[in-house]
């Protein structure tokens, strides 16, 4: 029920090979921290030339969030990619709505998110194939760093202090 079929760094890591060694033709993406930074507005670096290579793989894709409406459409909109927001995971009933948009067998979809409690039980409860990403940490971006050494110099603090 927790585990996920395949574990992987990050959605980049779902590759030409992998897709057709699985015979997958469909992925249903989490957003936040799959896609993007939690929050953020703009997409990961890479991702958008990823999305670019699934479909010239033909790879149908669809956003598939617990979030609002208001964040999720403006992100989709930008990544070309049609959406479901508010989809209750880990319920099915927003997984099967996606699903059927697809007009794909779920057998040869794979859901991708971060989260074991809302992603991966979801799929596994659909009994779907599932792909566990690692999520999109700021706190490991060299730029975060950066703008935190800043920070501290700027305003005398010390964030290392800081959890
Ligand atoms: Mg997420």
């Known amino acids: 029920m927790f585990k996920p079929k395949w ?47 699934m479909r010239r793989l033909g790879i149908k894709m669809r956003v598939l969030s617990n979030n609002t409406k208001k ?17 209750c995971k880990p319920l099915t009933v927003g997984i099967s ?6 007009r794909l067998p779920k057998n040869s979809v794979a859901l991708v998110g971060d989260q074991i409690f809302t992603d991966i039980i979801g799929g596994n409860l659909k009994r779907m194939p599932t792909i566990l990403v690692e999520p999109f940490h700021m706190e490991d971006k060299p730029s975060f760093k950066l703008k935190r050494k800043l920070e501290s110099a700027i305003f005398k603090r010390d964030y290392s202090k800081l959890k």
């Open 71 to 87: 964040r999720v459409e403006p992100l989709a909109k930008k990544l070309g990619l049609e959406y479901t927001a508010f989809a």
């Open 7 to 53: 574990w992987m760094k990050n959605v980049l890591s779902i590759d030409e090979d992998f897709i057709k060694k699985n015979h997958l033709r469909g992925l249903i993406l989490d957003l936040d921290n799959t896609l993007s930074m939690h929050g953020s507005p703009a997409a990961e670096e890479g991702v958008m030339e990823w999305l670019e290579e």
């Open 97 to 102: 709505r996606a699903l059927k948009k697809m």
